[in-house]
């Protein structure tokens, strides 16, 4: 391995410990446990149910397009995976704890932040007033995975990116017909 990747993976392993340490503290783990048990996909399907409720066609068009970037985000999230193979955090280092439990084994890429970016760059297409509920939900999401021990960095950037690739690309596969 190259002297300037294992700096890189040093500082990422580093980072990690730092993150987890806050939740040492009760009611940052609170929150952010919370806040991950919402994004294991509870708030998306309460937004679902909603948007098909309230949002009239508007909103059944919306949570149609939710549901089938979540289809699509799921399938190249478990290949993904299953591909990487790479270990946890917490797994890779006895210091940092894992605040909740893991959905599954591996850390790469994280699914809660793919899922939450791209079903908030959906709904935000269509619902921008909703800017003021998703953006801090999703952020939050995103550093839940890393201060609860259960990703690095680098895994929850990837889904970052790749959860707005597929967002985007629902966008535009299935543009709103209002």
């Given at each position: 391995?190259?002297?300037?990747?294992?700096?890189?993976?040093?500082?990422?392993?580093?980072?990690?410990?730092?993150?987890?340490?806050?939740?040492?503290?009760?009611?940052?783990?609170?929150?952010?446990?919370?806040?991950?048990?919402?994004?294991?996909?509870?708030?998306?399907?309460?937004?679902?149910?909603?948007?098909?409720?309230?949002?009239?066609?508007?909103?059944?068009?919306?949570?149609?397009?939710?549901?089938?970037?979540?289809?699509?985000?799921?399938?190249?999230?478990?290949?993904?995976?299953?591909?990487?193979?790479?270990?946890?955090?917490?797994?890779?280092?006895?210091?940092?704890?894992?605040?909740?439990?893991?959905?599954?084994?591996?850390?790469?890429?994280?699914?809660?932040?793919?899922?939450?970016?791209?079903?908030?760059?959906?709904?935000?297409?269509?619902?921008?007033?909703l800017a003021l509920l998703l953006v801090p939900f999703t952020v939050s999401v995103a550093i839940s995975r890393v201060v609860l021990g259960l990703h690095y960095p680098s895994d929850v950037l990837a889904a970052?990116?790749?959860?707005?690739?597929?967002?985007?690309?629902?966008?535009?596969?299935?543009?709103?017909?209002?």
């Amino acid at each position: 391995m190259l002297a300037s990747s294992r700096r890189t993976l040093h500082r990422e392993h580093a980072w990690c410990l730092r993150a987890n340490r806050i939740c040492a503290h009760l009611w940052p783990r609170r929150y952010f446990s919370a806040i991950s048990r919402l994004g294991d996909g509870v708030f998306w399907y309460a937004l679902m149910i909603a948007l098909l409720l309230f949002g009239a066609h508007k909103g059944l068009a919306t949570a149609s397009r939710m549901f089938l970037t979540g289809i699509a985000t799921l399938t190249l999230y478990k290949l993904l995976k299953r591909c990487t193979r790479r270990p946890r955090p917490f797994a890779a280092d006895r210091r940092i704890r894992a605040w909740v439990p893991p959905l599954d084994e591996y850390s790469f890429p994280s699914g809660h932040t793919m899922h939450a970016v791209s079903f908030s760059v959906v709904a935000l297409a269509h619902h921008p007033w909703l800017a003021l509920l998703l953006v801090p939900f999703t952020v939050s999401v995103a550093i839940s995975r890393v201060v609860l021990g259960l990703h690095y960095p680098s895994d929850v950037l990837a889904a970052t990116l790749i959860g707005a690739g597929l967002g985007l690309l629902s966008c535009l596969l299935f543009p709103a017909p209002f």
